[in-house]
């Protein structure tokens, strides 16, 4: 589900701004991320059928490139168009309802700040842990405060098997201490939406892993 090193995007149109955001995914697959997160939050989000109309799209670009399309918060959104995976925030539905609501044929990742949420998530039956803010972030106006990656490594020790995401402010040059602290994945907004040219700053993500002390 997650080989390392995991390079999860994350998108929705109002981080695109002026850019055609089913560019910027295309861009992101042909440089080879390992998945994409729809979360359409913020300033003119989409909503209704025309949120299910840009997702669908979404899903069969992902497709395309064999790559897991994974629809945060949405839980009836991701039932709906079936999708491989759903992702819940700890201000979102329950991950036990998510996962009594899904069934075993979709991935549950859980946003968790903590060994104890950490342990919880995992009781509930997430299947992968997103841990952050790692680093500063501009995308998520209600972020923590950064905690680095001391949080990754603690939930690593207490739970080797689980893949964990850093996320929060990780761009391509920041990426080693996240790698180093055993995460599996890297998830980013802003350092792929925003580079100047996409396809080489995921690849530059790729390559941060070799660059890495294991
Ligand atoms: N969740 P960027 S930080 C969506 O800490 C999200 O749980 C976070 O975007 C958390 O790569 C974040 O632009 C935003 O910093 C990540």
Redesign the pocket.
């Given at each position: 589900m997650f080989t390392k090193p995991s390079i999860y995007y994350?998108l929705g149109t109002p981080n695109a701004g002026e850019r055609d955001p089913l560019k910027l995914l295309e861009e992101a697959l042909k440089g080879g991320i390992s998945h994409f997160q729809l979360?359409e939050k913020g300033m003119n989000a989409l909503t209704g059928q025309s949120l299910k109309e840009f997702a669908l799209k979404c899903q069969a670009l992902c497709r395309k490139y064999g790559v897991p399309f994974i629809i945060n918060d949405d839980v009836e959104l991701a039932h709906e168009l079936n999708a491989d995976g759903v992702h819940v925030?700890q201000e979102d539905a329950k991950a036990s309802d998510v996962r009594a609501r899904v069934g075993d044929r979709m991935m549950l990742g859980v946003?968790v700040?903590s060994v104890e949420e950490a342990a919880e998530a995992i009781q509930n039956g997430a299947d992968y842990l997103?841990m952050?803010?790692i680093?500063g972030?501009?995308?998520?106006s209600d972020?923590?405060a950064p905690s680095g990656v001391s949080k990754i490594i603690q939930v690593r020790e207490r739970f080797p098997e689980a893949p964990v995401i850093g996320?929060?402010?990780?761009t391509a040059d920041n990426a080693e201490a996240v790698w180093e602290a055993g995460a599996a994945g890297i998830?980013?907004?802003?350092?792929i939406t925003e580079a100047g040219n996409v396809q080489e700053e995921v690849q530059k993500m790729v390559a941060s892993y070799k660059g890495a002390i294991l």
């Open positions: 994350i979360r925030g946003s700040h997103g952050g803010p680093y972030t501009k995308s998520k972020a923590k996320i929060g402010g990780i998830a980013v907004i802003s350092a």
